[in-house]
């Protein structure tokens, strides 16, 4: 790959305010484990393997067993993640691929098992995690 752009050096104030953001997130009340399934389930949807290889050393730290990390590309057929947690993935899913929009299914059904500040901080780490996917990726960073 040829050399792309390093945002931090080139955008700094666009680079600090993803770095915010980040800092928000960091702050809220989503645990560890539900940031980094987010995180995870993202990376792997938008083919992100630097945030892939760095959200799953993340997991690890946080106690998500190797089990529940290979199956979270097919975490409907596998019964190691609570009703929370599927609730979680569905959303990350359908805000990822946001062109297909989000049903008011699943939307409703992550409303039913949070609270709206809770849900509100799901929202905005997808968010986040598929603004840094969309950076690594465009910027060419690679998993080491």
Known sequence: ??????????APQAYQAMMNLEKYISTTSLTSVHKELIKIRASQ????A????MHTADARKYGVSEQRIYLLS???????????EKAILA???EITLITNHVS?????????LFDEKYLAEIIMMIITINA???IGIS??????
Do not use: F, H, K
Not at 45 to 48: A, E, L, T, Y
């Open 104 to 112: 008011d299914e699943v939307y409703q059904n992550a409303a039913n």
């Open 91 to 93: 959303l990350t899913e």
């Open 139 to 144: 910027t060419g960073l690679r998993a080491v």
């Open 50 to 53: 630097y945030c892939i290889n």
């Open 74 to 84: 097919a975490w409907r057929e596998a019964d190691v993640y609570s009703q929370e």
């Open 45 to 48: 949807i938008n083919g992100c």
């Open 1 to 10: 790959m040829t050399s792309r752009i390093i945002i931090p050096t080139v």
């Open 132 to 134: 840094w996917n969309r």
